[in-house]
Structures are given as C-alpha cells and as structure tokens.
C-alpha cells in the first residue's frame, strides 16, 4: 500500500494529509509529544481516510494537549469520521470540534 500520512505544524494548529491507518500513523506517534507541544487546533481537511487506529490516535492527541491544559479543537472532520466516532459511541468531549 502507498499511503502515506503527512503533517506539519503552523503555529499552534497542526495539519494532516493523506490516510491516518495502522499502516501510516507509527512516526506520528512517535513526535506526538512535539506534535501536541502549543496545540490548539488538529486540520482533517487534508485527511482521504482514517480508520479505527486513526481515530484513537487523534483521541490520544486531543487527550496529552488537554493535559497541558490545552484545548484542542478539530477542524475539517468528514462525515466518515464522525460515523466512526458515533458508532464507537465516542462523546464529543473527546473528539471536540469549533462551535459557532
């Protein structure tokens, strides 16, 4: 499989692109702790699929910015993504998104 996962920080918002599977996500992982250093915001616009180890990684990013007292939110969710959250039954709390 050519997937790849490319991400790049600007600021305090950190951006995904590609496919974040259990084929691609490993290097992600193992900056996480850079990645998250500042974090307010994760872009998934950029994302064409994720799956279910995807999805527990952005928990687990979500969840170390919070415990540096950040509140991260997520941007450009696809509909994809948020049916994999429902159907884990996930509370929004761990996969926040901007309000209006």
Known sequence: ???????????AQL???????RETLTPLWEQR???TDGLQCIDLSGLMRV?????????QLVALAQTRGRRV?????????TTLAKL??????LLPTPTD
């Open 1 to 11: 499989m050519s997937a790849e996962l490319h991400w790049e920080r600007h600021e």
């Open 73 to 81: 939110t997520l941007e450009g969710m696809s509909d994809n993504l």
């Open 15 to 21: 951006r995904l692109r590609g496919t974040l599977d």
């Open 51 to 59: 799956d279910t180890a995807g999805l527990a990684l952005l928990v």
């Open 33 to 35: 702790h850079h990645a």
């Open 88 to 93: 884990y039954n996930l509370p929004e709390s």
